[in-house]
């Protein structure tokens, strides 16, 4: 499966942004897409996931009430919705797919995009 990223960019504290990920090739055996990002010097962490073709989601405490995971299944598009968006959200942000289902365990994902950055600065 390849999974394509875009809709990063540079936003102000406050503001509002939409990521896309475009799901391609062998999609039947996707179980769950989920959110991921790191920022420079951090870890990759876990911030939302939805089962595929339902409508369980998932999200990081962090983001919960701010960020928002839907999908769009016929074109195989999974969007993360993001608000109020802080300075400390700034980083690469990475769509991945689960053959398991939807976790917040980087190691269920076997397929990642190459990421789409976003940068939260005044």
């Known amino acids: 499966v390849r999974l394509d990223e875009f809709g990063g960019g540079v936003v102000q504290p406050g503001d509002s942004l939409r990521l896309s990920c475009e799901a391609s090739g062998n999609t039947e055996v996707i179980a769950g897409l989920g959110w991921f990002r790191q920022g420079a010097g951090k870890a990759r962490e876990f911030e939302a996931t939805?089962?595929?073709?339902?409508?369980?989601?998932r999200y990081a405490d962090a983001v919960q009430g701010r960020f928002t995971i839907s999908a769009d299944f016929a074109k195989r598009m999974v969007y993360l919705q993001m608000i109020s968006l802080k300075p400390e959200d700034s980083a690469f942000y990475y769509c991945?797919?689960?053959?398991?289902?939807?976790?917040?365990?980087?190691?269920?994902?076997?397929?990642w995009g190459r990421g789409t950055q976003v940068t939260v600065s005044s």
């Open positions: 991945a797919q689960s053959l398991l289902g939807p976790s917040d365990d980087a190691d269920y994902y076997v397929d």
């Open positions: 939805i089962r595929w073709k339902e409508v369980e989601t």
